[in-house]
């Protein structure tokens, strides 16, 4: 099984819909908590980032992680075409430093 | 904000050649930056660990002779693919922290995608 778990979709909204992307994972000691944009052939670039449990907003973007669950979400609202992108969860725990483990990815089309 | 460098984006080798990659960190010193690999469609799986002066440390099933790492400086991790095949083709990206404690001071160059014919 691995750490990770993330459905890759292809997951498609119609413009101004909210998104909900989810990651599952098996490992409890994971403290810190990620979410990574990347279009395609690209770097991925950090959107949220979550310690420990509860929410977080930026903007458009909320991240929830529920350790109790081992259940992470990113919610995207008003979501637009240039969301389009694969949206990666990443996680660690205190002991591997700044080595992530990450899911599969999903990947967002925002038609408009 | 802090911006990590890959070069080159893309380069294309002969099997049985090799191919070197570099990872910079732009503005910042990075004692350890990481190596990851991507495969389409699949999640970025961690090589190895390259520490500044010091021999990288490699994820289990990871050939370290075949990807050889140097962190010759802090702001310069070269990962070399020896006698590549085309198995060896995929998206490797590398990434390196600008503090100490937070994960969220880790950035992610542009990736280099390597393809061996």
């Known amino acids: 099984q691995k ?6 979709g292809p997951l498609s909204v119609p413009e101004g819909a909210i998104v909900s992307l989810n990651c599952t994972y098996s490992n409890s000691a994971f403290q810190y908590f990620m979410w990574y944009r990347q279009y395609s052939r690209k770097g991925p670039e950090l959107l949220m980032y979550t310690y420990s449990s509860g929410n977080k907003e930026d903007g458009r973007f909320t991240a929830q992680v529920d350790k109790s669950s081992k259940y992470i979400s990113l919610f995207i609202r008003d979501s637009q075409p240039s969301d389009s992108a694969t949206y990666l969860c990443a996680m660690s725990d205190v002991y591997s430093g700044y080595a992530l483990n990450f899911g599969k990815g999903t990947s967002l089309l925002v038609t408009p | 904000g802090a911006v990590v460098s890959q070069h080159p984006s893309r380069v294309i080798c002969k099997s049985g050649t090799s191919v070197k990659i570099e990872c910079r960190s732009l503005d910042f010193q990075a004692t350890t930056m990481f190596w990851y690999r991507q495969f389409p469609k699949q999640s970025l799986m961690l090589m190895a660990t390259s ?11 990871v050939e370290k002779d075949k990807f050889l790492i140097n962190h010759a400086s802090l702001t310069l991790s070269t990962l070399t ?10 998206f490797y990206i590398c990434s390196a922290s600008t503090g100490p404690f937070s994960r969220n001071t880790i ?7 390597l393809t061996v014919v």
């Open chain 1, 3 to 8: 750490e990770v778990e993330q459905d890759p």
């Open chain 2, 51 to 61: 520490n500044e002066g010091s021999k990288a440390t490699y994820e289990q099933g």
């Open chain 2, 81 to 90: 693919v020896t006698s590549a095949h085309p198995e060896d083709s995929s």
């Open chain 2, 107 to 113: 950035y992610f160059g542009e990736g280099s995608w």
